[in-house]
């Protein structure tokens, strides 16, 4: 069964960013009736809070996510403890002694030699005696992976046949000196121990796929399918700054985004298909496959989210508001047609709504007065529809000669008492006669 897994750390809130990955694992599973693991990358116990896991959860699901079932990573070290057996046993996984500032020294060292900065394996040099001294110095391993150092081929699914050489790569630290994991590892013997079937995370793990796949098969894993997208970046190509699309999920629904426009951005940005709206993740899932995702870059403008959102909310059908228009108290079909198209942000309809319900000051120009007596007078009887604003402004437009700006915007002003708004054609009946009448005189 296909079997995916988004997998963050819960050490800060999700970003748009971070939405990409999510996403596209999801509608991935979905569209290949799998399943869709959320993954808590905690082993940095230090950075990881029961905070940020929560939050990860609840952006998650605003943007439409329910993941299949759930691990974490701290729950899980026994495995890791048994896999790092396996492979000292097997003489992949070796001790090293030196110190951040050996390692440092060794690296420049290498530079100033116009070498790459590649660990020199000196720890597999170790005499008995060497290791014995290091020990009684107090010194504590950590452990590093050793690598074939070759060619390691695969074929992505996003990027096409990739080829990673890892004897251009250090060999990876697994365990800590002080015991605990870095990513690399647990990540492995989650994907086997989980039966992951498909990795789509960012391309900023391609050379991570070169090591982490020779772990795969020193632990006798079945490799799985790797796809690697571009990564979300500001316009400049810079990656996503403070600015703008570090944006966290929460800060984004906080400030009335919804989610599906969020989720259009992060998805189809950088792809061959339009940033377009979607009316859910199943709709989405319809269009989106991962050999759509460009491989070029993925540059996130603001200001399209802005405008997708804005479309989103003025194409909504009643039916897709109402739950939201009851939680407001204005369960109204004709309400939200007439308002929709002035939304920027769902939450904006509050306000648009006392349009109608008032309070509402008319806002009256000394030389309009004449002009308001005669709308007045000329003010339709009802029943009022959609076609009583034209039939007033008809008759008004013979009665005065005005046309024009001068015919429609002192109208406006005394009856929302505001320069802009929604179309008075719809607001008039909604409005009806004895309100209208009220604010015109
Ligand atoms: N926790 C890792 C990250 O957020 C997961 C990478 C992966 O998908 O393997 O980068």
């Given at each position: 069964?296909?079997?995916?897994?988004?997998?963050?750390?819960?050490?800060?809130?999700l970003h748009l960013g971070n939405a990409r990955p999510a996403?596209?694992?999801?509608?991935?599973?979905?569209?290949?009736?799998?399943?869709?693991?959320?993954?808590?990358?905690?082993?940095?116990?230090?950075?990881?809070?029961?905070?940020?896991?929560?939050?990860?959860?609840?952006?998650?699901?605003?943007?439409?996510?329910?993941?299949?079932?759930?691990?974490?990573?701290?729950?899980?070290?026994?495995?890791?403890?048994?896999?790092?057996?396996?492979?000292?046993?097997?003489?992949?996984?070796?001790?090293?002694?030196?110190?951040?500032?050996?390692?440092?020294?060794?690296?420049?060292?290498?530079?100033?030699?116009?070498?790459?900065?590649?660990?020199?394996?000196?720890?597999?040099?170790?005499?008995?005696?060497?290791?014995?001294?290091?020990?009684?110095?107090?010194?504590?391993?950590?452990?590093?992976?050793?690598?074939?150092?070759?060619?390691?081929?695969?074929?992505?699914?996003?990027?096409?046949?990739?080829?990673?050489?890892?004897?251009?790569?250090?060999?990876?630290?697994?365990?800590?000196?002080?015991?605990?994991?870095?990513?690399?590892?647990?990540?492995?013997?989650?994907?086997?121990?989980?039966?992951?079937?498909?990795?789509?995370?960012g391309?900023d793990?391609?050379?991570?796929?070169?090591?982490?796949?020779?772990?795969?098969?020193?632990?006798?894993?079945?490799?799985?399918?790797?796809?690697?997208?571009?990564l979300l970046t500001?316009?400049?190509?810079?990656g996503l700054?403070?600015?703008?699309g570090s944006l966290?999920l929460?800060?984004?629904?906080?400030?009335?985004?919804?989610?599906?426009?969020?989720?259009?951005?992060a998805?189809?940005t950088?792809?061959?298909?339009?940033?377009?709206?979607?009316?859910?993740?199943?709709?989405?899932?319809?269009?989106?496959?991962?050999?759509?995702?460009?491989?070029?870059?993925a540059?996130f403008?603001?200001?399209?989210?802005?405008?997708?959102?804005?479309?989103?909310?003025?194409?909504?059908?009643?039916?897709?508001?109402?739950?939201?228009?009851?939680?407001?108290?204005?369960?109204?079909?004709?309400?939200?047609?007439?308002?929709?198209?002035?939304?920027?942000?769902?939450?904006?309809?509050?306000?648009?709504?006392?349009?109608?319900?008032?309070?509402?000051?008319?806002?009256?120009?000394?030389?309009?007065?004449?002009?308001?007596?005669?709308?007045?007078?000329?003010?339709?009887?009802?029943?009022?529809?959609?076609?009583?604003?034209?039939?007033?402004?008809?008759?008004?437009?013979?009665?005065?000669?005005?046309?024009?700006?001068?015919?429609?915007?002192?109208?406006?002003?005394?009856?929302?008492?505001?320069?802009?708004?929604?179309?008075?054609?719809?607001?008039?009946?909604?409005?009806?006669?004895?309100?209208?009448?009220?604010?015109?005189?």
């Amino acid at each position: 069964m296909t079997t995916v897994r988004y997998a963050p750390s819960p050490t800060g809130r999700l970003h748009l960013g971070n939405a990409r990955p999510a996403l596209m694992n999801w509608l991935f599973a979905r569209a290949n009736a799998g399943r869709y693991i959320l993954r808590l990358d905690d082993t940095d116990t230090a950075r990881s809070t029961e905070a940020f896991a929560r939050g990860i959860e609840q952006d998650l699901n605003w943007l439409g996510i329910t993941p299949d079932f759930k691990v974490r990573q701290s729950d899980r070290t026994a495995l890791y403890d048994a896999a790092r057996d396996r492979l000292i046993a097997s003489g992949r996984l070796y001790p090293a002694y030196e110190t951040e500032e050996e390692l440092d020294g060794k690296r420049a060292r290498a530079r100033l030699l116009g070498r790459p900065p590649v660990y020199d394996r000196a720890a597999l040099k170790l005499t008995p005696e060497q290791i014995a001294k290091y020990e009684a110095e107090g010194r504590k391993p950590h452990w590093r992976f050793r690598l074939d150092g070759r060619p390691v081929a695969f074929v992505d699914l996003i990027k096409g046949p990739q080829t990673v050489n890892t004897a251009s790569m250090s060999d990876p630290v697994l365990v800590r000196a002080d015991g605990t994991y870095l990513y690399t590892l647990p990540s492995v013997v989650d994907d086997i121990d989980l039966g992951i079937t498909h990795v789509i995370r960012g391309e900023d793990h391609v050379s991570n796929t070169g090591n982490q796949t020779e772990i795969f098969e020193a632990l006798g894993g079945a490799v799985p399918t790797f796809a690697h997208h571009n990564l979300l970046t500001g316009a400049e190509g810079e990656g996503l700054s403070k600015r703008i699309g570090s944006l966290s999920l929460m800060e984004l629904r906080e400030a009335g985004y919804e989610p599906m426009a969020v989720a259009a951005v992060a998805v189809l940005t950088g792809t061959s298909l339009p940033v377009e709206p979607y009316p859910d993740l199943a709709a989405m899932g319809q269009a989106f496959t991962l050999d759509a995702v460009s491989h070029g870059s993925a540059r996130f403008d603001p200001a399209e989210l802005a405008s997708l959102n804005t479309r989103m909310l003025h194409q909504m059908p009643y039916e897709a508001a109402r739950a939201r228009l009851v939680a407001l108290g204005l369960d109204s079909e004709p309400l939200w047609l007439a308002l929709r198209g002035n939304l920027s942000v769902f939450s904006d309809i509050a306000d648009l709504a006392t349009l109608v319900s008032g309070p509402v000051t008319p806002v009256v120009a000394n030389e309009d007065r004449d002009y308001l007596a005669t709308a007045r007078d000329l003010l339709p009887a009802e029943p009022w529809d959609e076609t009583t604003w034209s039939k007033w402004t008809e008759a008004l437009k013979a009665a005065t000669g005005r046309k024009g700006r001068a015919l429609f915007h002192p109208l406006r002003l005394a009856l929302t008492g505001r320069e802009q708004g929604p179309e008075l054609r719809s607001l008039l009946p909604l409005l009806g006669r004895r309100a209208s009448l009220a604010r015109l005189s």
